[in-house]
């Protein structure tokens, strides 16, 4: 089972609707939440983190936490063709001594047509 | 002033020759990572070090070597380059877990 697991797309929007994007992880232990953005040949951006259960806005963009269910989701809203990117969900998964590793899904593509 | 830093940007190389990738951070971050995503784009953490003490080595072949002289450079050295080598190598730095600052990346190429 991947650790952090996410539909790779591509997710097709028009202009202005909203995109739903997913993310479950396997381990139950997993510690604060992020979604990255990359876009083609540049490198991830971090644009939200999300640490407690349920939804925390920052602008456009909506990030929403269910630890029950294990499962992570970014919402944008009015979505533009600048959002068109590959989204990346993070988990903080544990490791031996107490620490952390950011661990990464495979990313799900985002494409916004006009 | 840009706030993480890789050089080389591009590497092209050949089989079984040895390469380097240097890492500076102006952040003042106490973490440091090493990341590679292959040409599925699946980004997978190598090392991590937090202020200059190895604390994440996740099952990478003993031909990478990673260096930290001090908490704002870890570089990553890599011998006896093979095929499967050839990937973009991302550096990070964080001061809170999980939020990652990461360079422009060095893209690998190996012939």
Redesign the interface.
Known sequence: QKEVEQNSGPLSVPEGAIASLNCTYSDRGSQSFFWYRQYSGKSPELIMSIYSNGDKEDGRFTAQLNKASQYVSLLIRDSQPSDSATYLCAVNRPHEGGSYIPTFGRGTSLIVHP | DTAVSQTPKYLVTQMGNDKSIKCEQNLGHDTM?W?KQDS??????MF?Y?NKEL??N?TVPNRFSPKSPDKAHLNLHINSLELGDSAVY?CAS?RT?????????SRLTVL
């Open positions: 990572y990341y599925k784009k699946f980004l997978k953490i991590s937090n604390i994440i996740e991302f964080s877990p999980g939020e990652l600052f990461f360079g422009e990346g």
